[in-house]
Structure formats: C-alpha cells, structure tokens
Antibody, heavy 126, light 108 residues
Framework: QVTLKESGPVLVKPTETLTLTCTVS??????????VSWIRQPPGKALEWLAHIFSNDEKSYSTSLKSRLTISKDTSKSQVVLTMTNMDPVDTATYYC??????????????????WGKGTTVTVSS | SSELTQDPAVSVALGQTVRITCQGD??????ASWYQQKPGQAPVLVIY???NRPSGIPDRFSGSSSGNTASLTITGAQAEDEADYYCNSRDSSGNRVVFGGGTKLTVL
C-alpha cells in the first residue's frame, strides 16, 4: 500500500523558514518515472503546485516561489524535504505531498499525482 | 494566474450528465489529470492519461481531450459527486506543473 505523510510545524513566525518532510512508504524514491510533488491550498482557495523531485533527481519549482523553495530527497530514508524561506501570513495553507508520475502515451505526454498525503496545516503568525 | 482555465461553478441534476472543462495551451501536448476534492479532505485522482481511472473510481467518470481543451464527464451524476474538481498538467514549457482554478460541482 502506497502512503505519503507530511510532517512539520503547525505554526511559524513571519520571516522564518518552513521545513516540511514527506515520508513515503510502499514505493521507492528511486523508482523510474516516479517523484514527489508538494502542493498547497490556502483556506477556501485553489490548489497550487509548489515543486517536485523525481527519481532521476529532476527538480522543478513554481515560477512565483522559485526563489524561496528548495526540494531534496533522501532515498534511504524514503523522505522528501521542502523548505520555504521568508514565510509570510499569505503562506498560511494546508500543504500536501503527493506521488507524481510522468511519461508518454502516444500522442501526448502525461503527468499526474496518484496518491496524496492527508496534508498538514501551517499557520504563519507572530 | 493559472495556465489552465476552468469554469468556477457547474451544476447538474441528479442522474444527469455533466461535463467539466479545462483549457490551456499545454493540453495540446499533455493529457490533463483530474482530481476530486471534498470539503476537509485531500484531493483524489479520478482521471489520468488518455482516459484512465484509478482503482475504486466509478466508471461514470471519464475523460477526453480535443485541441487545447480537456473534459471530465460524469455520466449519471450522484449526490456524492458534489465536490471541487481540479485539472492539472505540466505547463507549456514542460518544465513546471500547473493546476486549473477548480470547478465547484453542485448536484441538484
């Protein structure tokens, strides 16, 4: 059974750095064409993709948040870590990690997130 | 702003068919994936690839694509289908990932 679980602080202060950990089980972070994405959702708002890292170490970041995000993985620990610097109250959200899959099935490419964690709520407040 | 555009809200009568659409340039080369999210819950993948359903997703959910538009169709909508639906793909450059703004489906 594939599972992902997010962990990290519930409350951070403005200007602090947020560190979130996604611990996966049921698959390996070295599996071909598999990765982990981070997604967030402010209260009452839409999903926003933040970053992903794939087994081949491909990393990608949201254009608007690129300067503040760093994603890394520890395959031996089955963990993916996301850091976000200079936190602001607008970053208050539920943060999800999800297993990402990508590839090609004629005639198009595909990208999807097939298993999600339950999410962790982060509040930014002094 | 999102590179994938969805109608904010759609309604359907119980048992009828509804189509939720997603528009974007990346959909000319990427299949959209579709997620269902109910209040207080994590999103759930309902359609991926050409028209694939993960295990456990009812066959009343189907996906299609034409040009720059992807569609999620629910044939015979049930009360439990009332939820927010999001589409997703890589962006036009293929370097990043985007979500649509979401469609709130109401089953009347």
């Amino acid at each position: 059974q594939v599972t992902l679980k997010e962990s990290g602080p519930v409350l951070v202060k403005p200007t602090e750095t947020l560190t979130l950990t996604c611990t996966v089980s049921g698959f390996s972070l070295s599996n071909a064409r598999m990765g982990v994405s981070w997604i967030r959702q402010p209260p009452g708002k839409a999903l926003e993709w933040l970053a992903h890292i794939f087994s081949n170490d491909e990393k990608s970041y949201s254009t608007s948040l690129k300067s503040r995000l760093t994603i890394s993985k520890d395959t031996s620990k089955s963990q993916v870590v996301l850091t976000m610097t200079n936190m602001d109250p607008v970053d208050t959200a539920t943060y999800y990690c999800a297993r990402a899959r990508d590839g090609y099935t004629d005639p198009y490419y595909y990208y999807y997130m097939d298993v999600w964690g339950k999410g962790t709520t982060v509040t930014v407040s002094s | 702003s999102s590179e994938l555009t969805q109608d904010p809200a759609v309604s359907v009568a119980l048992g009828q068919t509804v189509r939720i659409t997603c528009q974007g340039d990346s959909l000319r080369s990427y299949y959209a994936s579709w997620y269902q999210q109910k209040p207080g819950q994590a999103p759930v993948l309902v359609i991926y690839g050409k028209n694939n359903r993960p295990s456990g997703i009812p066959d009343r959910f189907s996906g299609s694509s034409s040009g720059n538009t992807a569609s999620l169709t629910i044939t015979g909508a049930q009360a439990e289908d009332e939820a927010d639906y999001y589409c997703n793909s890589r962006d036009s450059s293929g370097n990043r990932v985007v979500f649509g703004g979401g469609t709130k489906l109401t089953v009347l």
